[in-house]
C-alpha cells in the first residue's frame, strides 16, 4: 500500500511541476522546499506590486476624461463632482481619492 501511495504522490507532483510550467514558472522547484516557498513569496509580492502599480490613477488620467466630458457639454456635472470630493479645482482633489473620482467622472 505505501509504494501505491509514493506513486500517487510522484504523480501529483509531476502534475504540479506541468501546472506550474504552463503558468509560466520557469524554475522547476520542489514544493517541499524552503526555496519553493520563498519564490512562491516573491511572486506574490511581485503580483501585489503590479496590480497596485496598473491600479495608480493619475492627474492626466483624470484630466483627459473631465476635458472629454467638459466638450460633451458637462461643466456643471464635473463641478459639482469636484465639489462632492472637497475641490473647487482638480488639482485640489487628494491623491486618495483619484480612482474613485476617475471612476465618477466616467459614468458622466
Do not use: H, W
Request: with cysteine.
Amino acid at each position: 500500500m505505501s509504494s501505491e501511495l509514493l506513486k500517487m504522490a510522484e504523480g501529483f507532483s509531476m502534475v504540479a511541476e506541468s501546472l506550474r510550467l504552463l503558468a509560466g514558472q520557469t524554475e522547476v522547484v520542489n514544493p517541499c522546499t524552503d526555496k519553493a516557498e520563498d519564490i512562491m513569496q516573491d511572486k506574490q509580492e511581485d503580483t501585489a506590486k503590479a496590480d497596485t502599480q496598473e491600479k495608480k490613477v493619475t492627474v492626466e488620467q483624470i484630466r483627459a476624461v473631465l476635458a472629454e466630458k467638459s466638450q460633451d457639454g458637462k461643466t456643471v456635472q464635473i463641478r459639482e463632482l469636484l465639489k462632492k470630493y472637497g475641490a473647487v479645482k482638480l488639482s485640489a482633489v487628494e491623491e486618495k481619492d483619484y480612482s474613485a473620482l476617475l471612476a465618477d467622472a466616467e459614468k458622466l
